[in-house]
DNA sequence: TATGAATGAGGGTTCATTCAT
DNA sequence: GATGAATGAACCCTCATTCAT
C-alpha cells in the first residue's frame, strides 16, 4: 500500500517536473506570452488537461519557475566563488556576480526570462515560500560574510540591495543592447563602482 | 481652402491625441498587454477601424507612447532642476531624480508604465527618432554640465549609464514593494551612493 | 479500450462529415467565397474552434470536398456506364457522360460548384493524393477501354483530354444560360462531334 | 456653355478610363478577389469617394472590364486574321484562334482575368448592351464567313459555339499547367480537331 | 488520474461604404 | 464633382478552459 503510493507520488511529480522542464526551454525560446499550453503539454508529452491538474494556469507555473531558477542559478554562483575566491570578502562577492554575468552572456534568453521576471524584493518574498527545495537566503550569507570578514558596512541590507540592482540593471542593458559598451568592456567599470559602493 | 485643411489637420490631430490618452490610461491601469484595441477605441470614443489610421498596431503606439512619455517626464524634471538648484551640478542631477521619483511616488501606475518600458539604450536611440516632439538628448545635457561645471569624470557616458540604471532600478522596486525601505526613506541612501559615483 | 477509442473515432467522423455536408451545402448555395466558416459551424452545429480541429482553413476544406465529390460522381457514372451499355467502347463513354450531364441538369448547384473547382489538370493530379477514399485513374481506364474494344486512336489521352474539356464547357455554358440551345437540346450535336473526335 | 460642358464631360471620362485602367492592371496582377477599392483608386490617382461615382461596386467594374477586354481582344485577333490570312475559311479562323494564344501564352495573368470572367453565352448577351464601344458580332462574322466562302455547315451557330468552348477550355488548362501538352506542342492537336468539327 | 475533443469568447485586422467638407 | 476621414460589420483564427470518458 505504501509502496504503491509511493509510486503514485513519484509518477505525479515526475510529470510536473515535466511539464516545468518543457515549459522552461519554451520560455526562454518563445517567451512566455508566446507559449501556449499547448506547447508545454506537447513537449512535456502530457494531455491538456494534465497541466490544470498541477498548476492553476500559466502564472502559476511562470512565477513557479522563476523562483526556482533564479534561486539555483544564486546557489550554483556561492558554489563557484567559494572554491575559486581567497578571503577578500570583496572578491568573492564579485566573483559570484561574475559567474552569474557569465551565464547571462552566453544565455540570452535566459537572461532576458529571468529578468523580466526577477526583483530583489519580490525574491526575497518568494524564498520563504519554497518548500520543495532547497533555498540560499543570500541576505544572511552576505550579512555573514561582512561579520566573518569583519568588514564595516552602515547599512549592509540596503547596499546589497543597491549593488544587487545596479548590476542587475546594468548587465541586462548591457547584454541585450551592448550599450554603452559590450558586457565584457564594461564589466571592469561596473566592478570598479560596485568597489566603491561596498567600501564606502 | 488653408482654413479648412488646418481645421481637418486638427481634427485629425485631436482623434489621434484622443487615442493616445485612452491607450496610456488602460496601459497603466491593466497593463499593455491586457489591454485591447477595443477597450482602446471604446476609450477614446472612436470606432475600432479609426485606430488603424493613426497607428500601424498596438506596438506601434505603445512605443510612440513610452518615448513621448518619459521624454516629457525628463523634459519637466530638467526644468524644475534649472529652477530650484544653485549653481552644484551634482545638487541639480539629484534635484532632477529627486522631481522624477516623487511623480513616480504619486502615480505608480505611471512608473509601472514606464519602467516596464524604459531602457537607456533604448530611449537613447529612440530620441533621435522623434520630430514632431523637441526632445532632449540626456547625455549631451550631462556632459555640457560636467564642462560647465568644470567636473572631473572619466567616463561621463558610462558614469550616466550607471546612475541612470541603479536609479531607475532602485525606485523601482521600492515604490512597487517598499523594499528595503519605503523611498522616502530610502532616498538618502541613494542619493549618497550616486554622489560617491560621482565624486569617483 | 478499442471500443471506447472506436467509439470516439466515430464521433469525430462524424463531425468531420457534419462539417462537410454543411459546408458543400453551403457553397452551392451561396458560393465558396461568400461562406464563412461562421456559416458553416452554424449549419454544422458545432462550435467555431472545432472547425480548426479538423481543417486548416477553408481553402483545405474546399480542396477535400471538390475532389471527394468529384470523384464520387466519376465512380458512379462508370458504374451506370458499365450496366447500360453494350459492348461498343463510344457507348459506354457516351453512357457515361449522359449520366453526369443528368446529374448536373438535375442540379445546377452541383454542377456550379464541381465546374468552378475542377479542371482535368488538377483533377488528375489530386487522384494520387487521395488516399482514404478509393478513387478511379479516368485515364487507365479510357486506355484500357481502348485497347480491350481495339480502338485506333493515335493519342488516347490528348483525346480524352479534349472530349472533357468540350463536354464540361459547353454543358456548363448550355446549363446555365441554356445557349445557343437547351441542354437536353445540345446534347445530340455533342455526341455527334464527341463521336467525330474519337473516331479520327 | 458648350465647351465648358465638353470639358466636363473630357474630365469625367478621364477619371473613369484612370479607374479602368488601374483596375485592370491590378485584377491581373492580384486577382479580382485580392484587389481593394483603396489599391484601385491609389493607382488610378483619385479619391475614395471618386469610385462610387463612377461604379456602383467591383462587381460592376469587373464586368465593364470583362466585356470591353474580351471584345477589344477578339477585334484584335479578326484584324489579325484577315491581314495575314488566304482565302481559306478555316485558315482564317484557326489564324484568329492562334493569335489570341499567343497573347495569352505572353500574358498568363490576362488568360487567367478573361477566362475567368469570359463564357459564350454571357460574351454573346453582352455584347448587345454595349453601346459606348463599338463591338463585333462574333456569331454574324462567322457565318458571313461560312456564307462567303461557301461552305457546307449544318449548325453554324452550335459549330463556333463549340469550337469556342474547346478552345478556350484547352487553352485554359494547358496554359496555366502545362498538362497533357505545353500549349505549343498542344496547338497542332487542337486545330486539327478544331479543322475536324468544321469539316463534318 | 489522465485524456483530448469540444468549446466560444475574444483577439487583431480589413475594407466597402458613407458623408461632411 | 471630388475628397478622404471615419465607420463598424464582418472576417479569420487562437487558445485557455472544461468535461465526458
Chains 1, 2, 3, 4 share one sequence.
Not at 511529480?13 to 499550453?37: C, D, H, R
Amino acid at each position: 500500500m505504501i509502496d504503491k503510493n509511493s509510486k503514485v507520488e513519484m509518477n505525479k511529480l515526475e510529470k510536473k517536473n515535466k511539464l516545468l522542464s518543457a515549459a522552461f526551454s519554451l520560455f526562454v525560446e518563445k517567451g512566455v506570452k508566446n507559449t501556449t499550453i499547448q506547447d508545454i503539454v506537447d513537449r512535456a508529452g502530457v494531455a491538456k488537461g494534465t497541466f490544470y491538474l498541477y498548476f492553476k494556469d500559466k502564472d502559476d507555473l511562470e512565477e513557479y519557475l522563476t523562483t526556482a531558477r533564479s534561486n539555483e542559478l544564486i546557489c550554483d554562483a556561492i558554489s563557484y566563488a567559494n572554491k575559486n575566491s581567497n578571503g577578500n570578502f570583496e572578491d568573492r562577492l564579485i566573483n559570484a556576480l561574475d559567474y552569474i554575468i557569465d551565464v547571462f552572456s552566453k544565455d540570452k534568453l535566459l537572461l532576458n526570462f529571468i529578468y523580466k521576471n526577477f526583483s530583489f524584493g519580490v525574491f526575497c518574498d518568494r524564498l520563504t515560500n519554497i518548500v520543495e527545495h532547497s533555498t540560499v537566503n543570500v541576505l544572511e550569507k552576505f550579512k555573514n560574510g561582512i561579520k566573518k570578514y569583519n568588514i564595516k558596512i552602515e547599512n549592509p541590507e540596503i547596499t546589497l540591495f543597491m549593488i544587487v540592482e545596479l548590476t542587475s540593471s546594468v548587465v541586462f542593458t548591457s547584454i541585450k543592447s551592448g550599450k554603452p559598451l559590450p558586457i565584457e568592456e564594461l564589466k571592469p567599470y561596473l566592478y570598479k563602482k560596485i568597489r566603491v559602493l561596498l567600501s564606502n
